[in-house]
C-alpha cells in the first residue's frame, strides 16, 4: 500500500484557505478516501446520525505528482481528525509562503513512536524549504480492510444521488445569517421545495412560526411552469397548491444540522443549489464552483451535504 | 403588503430596527410576557414582574409609517416578548402589520418575502396599573442624563443590597447609596453639574429604598442610540414612594432615512417610543421615610 503526491500551491491554497475551514466547522473525524484519480474528504457516510459531507477533488485539482497503489483496486481510506490535518497543512503552506520550499510531498508511512512501541500509521507532510526540512505527521487509523472499503464506495455512491430537483440558493451568505437569527425561536425547520422554482424556509413552534419565501430560483433537474391559477397567489398558499398537485416537496430537519451546511460558505463556492430526496430521506445541498474568471463548472471540486430529514 | 379587511391593525414601519430597541430596553428577562394593548392612538405594550415593577412602551401611532386601525374598543392579548423581539430580529428590510403578524417585502425581489407569525395568550387577570400619584402638589422629579444614570446603577451592584434614593432641596441634590459588602454612595450635586442633572423639583427632603435588581432593570437595556443622542431620563416620585422612571427612545433609525428635524435641531417627537418604569418601594418594618 503506497501513497505519495506533491501539492500544488494552488491546491495548498484550495485546501487550506476555504475547504478545510469549512469542512472543520461540519464535523471533527473524516474518512480521507484515496482512488487512482480522486482525493475525497468523507464526513459520517457509514452512519448518518448528523450531517453527511463529501468534498471531492480531482487529484490535478490538488495535485502535480499523484501515486497510489493498494491491493483494493488502488484505493486507500483511512480516517483522520480534521484538526491535525489542517495543523500541518498551515504549518507546510507558512513554510511554502516563506519563500525558498520546494512544495508539499504528502505520504503514507508507518513510523514508531517510542522505541519499543508498534509501527503507526501516519500521513506525512514534507515541506523542502531553503536549508531544511519541515515535516509534519498526521496520525490517522489504520487503513480501511478491502470490505470496508466497499462500503465506504457504495455509500458514496449512495451520497452522490440527487434529488429530482434542485433550487438555487438565494444569497448564501444572507440565507446564512438569516438562519443563525431562526435559532432563538426554534430547532426544527421546515423546508419545502417546488418544481416551479419556488423555496419556503420556516420555523413553526406551538408559539410562532416565521421563515422565509423566494420565488422564481433558478432550478436544476425537473422544472415546470407553475400553474396560471397560482400566479397571483402568495408562495405559502401556491406551495400548498404545489404540494397537492404532487410538484413539491416538503420536509423537516434539525434547524442547526441546515445552519451547518451553510458553514460550506467558507469554501468560497459560486452558488448552492438545495433539494428533497424523498427516498433518500434527506435534505442535499450541493455547493457549485466555477472555473475561476468563468462561469462554467469547475468539475475537478465538488462538495455537498446530505441532511437527515426527521420523521413525521 | 398585507391589507386584510379582517385584521384589527395593520401597521408598517421603515425600519425594525428602532422597534428591537424600544422592545429590548423593556425586557430584563429571558422568559417574559407582555400585555400589549391596541387603540386608535397607538401601542402599549406593558411588562411587569412580582407586582414591583412594571414598564410600559407607549408606540404612538405617529411613530409607524402607517397606522391603520379597525378594531373596536381596545383589544388586550398577552405575547411573548422574547419572541417579538427574535421575530423582528428577522427582517432585514422589515415592515410590521399587527403587532403579532408580520410580514414583509424583500426589495430585491418582489415575489420573495420574510414572514413571522406569533400566537397571542390570553393575559393574566393581574392588575396593570399601579396607579401612580404625585406626592404633593409639585412632583418631585429629577432628569439626569440616562448614560450617567445608567453608569450610576451599574456601579452600585458592587455593594450588593438596595439602593437608597434621597433627594434633598438645599443644597439640590440627589444620593444614591448601596451598603453591602461595602458602601458608596453616588451624588449628583445640581449646581455642580447642570450638565449631568438637567432639572431638579424638589421642596421636601425624601428618602426611599429600592430593591437593586428593579432599578437595575430601569436602565440595563437602554439602546445605544438614547446614550449617542446624550437624552435624558427623568425620574418621580409619587405617593409612598412609587418610583417613575422615563426615557425616551428613537425608533427611526437614523442610517437609512433623515430623521425628523425642526429648525432648532431637535428630534420631533413623532418618531419617538415613550419607556415608563413604575418601580415600588422596598417596605420596612421601620421606614426610613419620614416625611
Redesign the interface.
Known sequence: MKFKASLTNRGIQILEKRFLHALDKIGKTWHIYLTPDHFIFLHNLLSFDGIQSVAQFSKQALFSDYRIASQTGNRIAFTLDLALFYSALRGSASVCAAGGANGVHVRLAKKQTNSNGPNMPFLTFETQGGNSTVIHDVPISSPLSPGDIMELQSALENAQEIPATLVQV?DLA?MQN?VE??K??GDILKVSVTQYGDLLI?VAT???????????LGVLGVHVDAPAESQAMK??ARMELALERGEALSAELKLKHFAKSLQCCLSEPDSAFLGIAPQAGCLTVIFQFFIPGTHQTDKSISLHCRLPVLET | MSSSSSSDLVCRLDSASGLIDALSSVRWKRNQDALVELSEHGIVLIVEESGCLQAKLYLKREVFASYEYQAEGRPRFAV?L??LI??L??F?VPGLSRAVEIRSVESS?S?????????TKIPDTISWDYNFQPAGSTPISFTVKSAALKEAVDDLEWPGSSVQITLQPNPPCVSFRAEGHGDLQIDFMYYANTDLLMAFHCDQQICYRYKYKFLRATTSNIPSSVTKDKRGSKLTFGMGGLLKVQHLVSVTRSSTQPPHVDASGYQLPSRIAYIEFFVKPEVDEDPVNDS
Open positions: 438565494p444572507k438569516f437569527r431562526h432563538n425561536i420556516e406551538t408559539l410562532a412560526v416565521a421563515g422565509a419565501a423566494y420565488c422564481n408562495v405559502r | 411573548s422574547g419572541l427574535d421575530c430580529n428577522l432585514t425581489s415575489d420573495s418575502c420574510i414572514f413571522a407569525e406569533i400566537r
